[in-house]
DNA sequence: CGCATGGCCCTTA
DNA sequence: TTAAGGGCCATGC
C-alpha cells in the first residue's frame, strides 16, 4: 500500500537523518513483555509516549495521535527493567501534548512507590488544586503511559480500588503483585481507619507509607481524617504527606 | 452502613 | 461558546 511504502521510505530516510528528524514526524514503537501481558510502547526521541496492551495497539495509537508508526528495533533504555520493577525514574518519558494539569496530574502520581497506594483527591491536594478531585481522575484515565506513570496507584478515599485504564480487575492483580496489602486495607476501611500514627514518634501516616508499615503493633493508633489525628497531637508525615481536611 | 445526591472542575464534542 | 460527563468526595438519610 501507499502509506505502507511512505512509512518505509521514511523508516530508511531515518538512518541518514539527523536524531530526531523523524521523530518529529513518527513514532517508532515495540513489543515488550509487562506485568499484565504483553504491551505496545511507542516512543519519540524524547522518550515513551504511549503504552498500551499488544493487542490492538496500533489501532489504538493511531486513534489517539493521528501520527504514523514505524517499527523500531529495540526498546528504548530503560524501558524493560521500568516495567520489571515499577520504578520508571531510569526511564524518559515524552508528555508533550498533554496539558499542564494533565502533567501535574501524572507528575504527582509518579511519586508514589511500588506497593504503596494515595488517594484521588491527595493528588489534588498535591498539585494544588484540592477541588479538582474529579478532573485528577479523568486525567488518569487518559494516562498515555500507564505502568511507567503508576495510575494504579492511586485509590479511592472509601477503600475501594477504584476504577483503571485497563480495568478494575488488572489495577488489583497490580497492586497484590506489588505487595500491597488490599485486604488489610479493606478491614481499616471497614473501621473507618484511612491514616495510621504512632504513639513513639507522633506521626501520622497513610496506611500504605512505609513509616506507618513498621509502628510497632502496640504504638499504633488509627484515625478516620488528619484533622482527628492532628486533634490527637500527631503531625503529618513527611514522606507520605497525607492531606488534610479528608473524609470528615 | 449502603445508597443517593449535589458539588467540583477539566476536557471534548 | 456551551454543555455534558467522568477512574471522585463528602454528606445526609
Redesign the pocket.
Known amino acids: 500500500m501507499t502509506e505502507d511504502r511512505l512509512l518505509t521510505g521514511l523508516a530508511a530516510l531515518a538512518a541518514d537523518a539527523p536524531d530526531g528528524l523523524l521523530d518529529r514526524i513518527a513514532a517508532r514503537w515495540v513489543s515488550v513483555p509487562g506485568p499484565i501481558g504483553k504491551l505496545g510502547v511507542a516512543f519519540t526521541d524524547q522518550g515513551v509516549a504511549y503504552v498500551h496492551p499488544g493487542e490492538g495497539f496500533a489501532e489504538a495509537f493511531r486513534a489517539r495521535f493521528g501520527r504514523p508508526l514505524l517499527p523500531a528495533a529495540r526498546p528504548p533504555a530503560g524501558l524493560v527493567p521500568a516495567l520489571r520493577t515499577g520504578r520508571s525514574s531510569g526511564v524518559r518519558l515524552d508528555l508533550r501534548g498533554?496539558?499542564?494539569?494533565?502533567r501535574d496530574v501524572l507528575e504527582a502520581?509518579r511519586t508514589i512507590p511500588r506497593g504503596e497506594v494515595r488517594?484521588?483527591?491527595?493528588i489534588?491536594a498535591q498539585i494544588g488544586?484540592?477541588?479538582?478531585?474529579?478532573?485528577?481522575?479523568?486525567?488518569?484515565?487518559?494516562?498515555p503511559v500507564?505502568l511507567l506513570i503508576p495510575?494504579?496507584?492511586?485509590?479511592?478515599?472509601?477503600g475501594?480500588v477504584?476504577?483503571?485504564?485497563?480495568g478494575a480487575a488488572a489495577?488489583e492483580r497490580l497492586l497484590l503483585a506489588e505487595g500491597a496489602d488490599l485486604e488489610w486495607l479493606r478491614e481499616l476501611a471497614?473501621?473507618?481507619v484511612f491514616y495510621l500514627a504512632s504513639d513513639t514518634t507522633g506521626v501520622v501516616c497513610f496506611p500504605t507509607c512505609h513509616n506507618a508499615r513498621r509502628i510497632t503493633p502496640g504504638h499504633r493508633h488509627g484515625f478516620r481524617?488528619v484533622a482527628q489525628a492532628k486533634a490527637a497531637g500527631y503531625r503529618p508525615c513527611r514522606t507520605c504527606k497525607p492531606a488534610q481536611?479528608?473524609?470528615?
Request: glycine share 14%.
Open positions: 498533554l496539558s499542564g494539569f494533565q502520581a488517594p484521588y483527591s491527595w489534588a488544586r484540592p477541588k479538582a478531585v474529579r478532573a485528577v481522575g479523568t486525567a488518569l484515565g487518559n494516562n500507564p495510575c494504579h496507584r492511586v485509590t479511592r478515599s472509601d475501594a477504584g476504577d483503571y485504564v485497563f489495577k471497614g473501621e473507618r481524617s481536611g479528608l473524609v470528615g
